[in-house]
């Protein structure tokens, strides 16, 4: 039992260092995916959770049916689970590749780097002749295939399955998930890099949430304002993600 102790004191430890001193990159990478989500996520990724609402709602009985069962269908916890494990992982991969090429001397220049493309990025998602070159533009390869794979779990997207769905799903290419992997990647280190990215996960939830609960249709009665907010958001946020690489250098 003190070895067990010990052991998860230790794994405390750990994760403590290697997310101290981040927290503004995580509050950016949360605001990256939040402040995304208005323009690029509930284009983007609304069709799949519109697909599995109607699978879940088609489950429940008509007699059983109830304003809070259609909300909690429409929150798709399972799945926003498994596109959170995704990104997480991709995350400490990335960080960690960037913490072994940088090395210990000229990490900071690789931060700082990292750091500017994620910035240039969601400068590029901001202006809208240039979302092509952040991803925006057609279904690649890449995607068709994650697609196939996907699609037989949209049948009955509940627990594990959904959850599986969230896992393949989020290996879609997306502009915005290049820029936070491009910031999570500067943390430099797995944890730093899995934290940012579930940061960055949690930020794109409650657009896609909304989007579930209330449908496209009636998102877009109120989404025009947010529309034309966005961009200036985004081009904020590359402005803080620019100042934290300045502070690297």
């Not at 429940?60 to 959170?84: D, K, Q």
């Not at 996960?201 to 657009?207: D, E, Q, R, S």
Request: hydrophobic share 55%; glycine share 18%; proline share 4%.
């Amino acid at each position: 039992m003190i070895e067990l102790g010990e052991l998860l004191h230790s794994g405390a430890a750990i994760c403590r260092a290697g997310v101290d001193g981040r927290g503004g990159l995580f509050g950016g990478l949360f605001l990256t995916g939040l402040i995304g989500s208005l323009s690029h996520c509930g284009g983007m990724c609304g069709p799949f959770v519109l697909s599995q609402v109607a699978a879940r709602l088609e489950a429940i009985p008509l007699e059983h049916m109830s304003e809070m069962r259609r909300l909690a269908g429409a929150a798709l916890v399972p799945y926003h689970l498994g596109r959170a494990t995704t990104y997480a992982a991709l995350g400490a991969l990335g960080a960690s590749f960037a913490g072994i090429l940088g090395g210990a001397a000229g990490f900071r220049w690789l931060a700082a780097g990292l750091l500017v493309l994620a910035a240039l990025a969601l400068l590029a998602l901001a202006v809208p002749s240039l979302k092509g070159l952040a991803g925006g533009g057609g279904e690649s390869l890449w995607s068709a295939r994650v697609g196939r794979l996907a699609r037989p779990l949209f049948a009955n997207p509940f627990g594990l399955r959904g959850w599986l769905l969230g896992v393949a799903l989020g290996f879609i290419p997306c502009g915005l998930l290049y820029a936070a992997l491009a910031a999570a990647a500067a943390g430099g280190n797995a944890i730093a890099g899995a934290a940012g990215m579930l940061a960055f996960a949690a930020g794109t939830v409650p657009m896609l949430v909304v989007v579930g609960a209330v449908g496209h249709a009636a998102v877009t009665h109120w989404r025009g304002p947010l529309l034309r907010l966005a961009p200036v958001l985004l081009v904020l946020n590359a402005g803080v993600l620019g100042f934290m690489a300045w502070q690297l250098l």
